[in-house]
């Protein structure tokens, strides 16, 4: 079975701190992608970011960052030097070959908040 | 244009109303999908379609029903829906419905069934 888990439900820092948003996975696919999705209080889903389960290259975009462990299942989010607009709920997700077609498997979601 | 745009934003409906829901994609892409955001549950899949097709029905109950005339239009019929119905309906597009395909959400419809 596909499983994501956000373990941290709410995390709470002040503006231009660091803070890294765990995810870790479990799935019996060999080929998989990951995601993590932003849900600011609009609603709306926004992707930040898609990795393959053969990439294991950590990337960073701007105050970014993705640390990808296979090793560990885990694929974590970093934000340096937070900001109040990143306030939001993050989702990581999971597709697989394993799973129904389209059937991203999401976290609980973390939410964070960026106080000034 | 946004990318996938959803109406209506809210919706207030009581037990016994029809409601339709709809989502619009201008990304040009062939799938299509309706996503139910429960308090304190993760995102559920809902139904998935495929070019026009449906290829996914989650075991979602009857009160719902899915149309998708179009690549670039979806619908989701609402009929004697019950309060635990109560959710952020989203809904997403994607070029196809592989795996490898990104899913791009709308920014959702907030349904209160009183």
């Known amino acids: 079975a596909q499983k994501v888990t956000q373990a941290q439900t709410e995390i709470s820092v002040v503006e231009k701190e660091d803070v890294t948003l765990d995810c870790v996975y479990e799935?019996?696919?060999?080929?998989?992608?990951l995601f993590w999705y932003k849900q600011p209080p609009s609603g709306e889903l926004v992707f930040l970011i898609r990795r393959n389960s053969f990439d294991e290259q950590n990337e960073i975009s701007g105050r970014y960052s993705w640390n990808f462990q296979k090793s560990t299942s885990s694929f974590n989010f970093t934000i340096t030097a937070s900001q109040v607009v990143d306030s939001a709920v993050y989702f990581c997700a999971l597709s697989g070959y394993g799973g129904s077609q389209g059937n991203l498997i999401f976290g609980k979601g973390t939410k964070l908040s960026v106080k000034p | 244009e946004t990318g996938v745009t959803q109406t209506p934003r809210h919706l207030v409906m009581g037990m016994t109303n029809k409601k339709s829901l709809k989502c619009e994609q201008h990304?040009?892409?062939?799938?299509m999908y309706w996503y139910k955001q429960s308090a304190k549950k993760p995102l559920e899949l809902m139904f998935v379609y495929n070019f026009k097709e449906q290829t996914e029905n989650n075991s979602v109950p009857s009160r719902f029903s899915p149309e998708c005339p179009n690549s670039s239009h979806l619908f989701l019929h609402l009929h004697t829906l019950q309060p635990e119905d109560s959710a952020l309906y989203l809904c997403?597009?994607?070029?196809?419905?592989?795996?490898?395909?990104?899913?791009?959400f709308g920014p959702g419809t907030r349904l209160t069934v009183l």
């Open positions: 990304l040009g892409h062939n799938a």
């Open positions: 799935t019996r696919d060999t080929t998989y992608y």
């Open positions: 997403a597009s994607s070029q196809g419905s592989r795996s490898t395909d990104t899913q791009y």
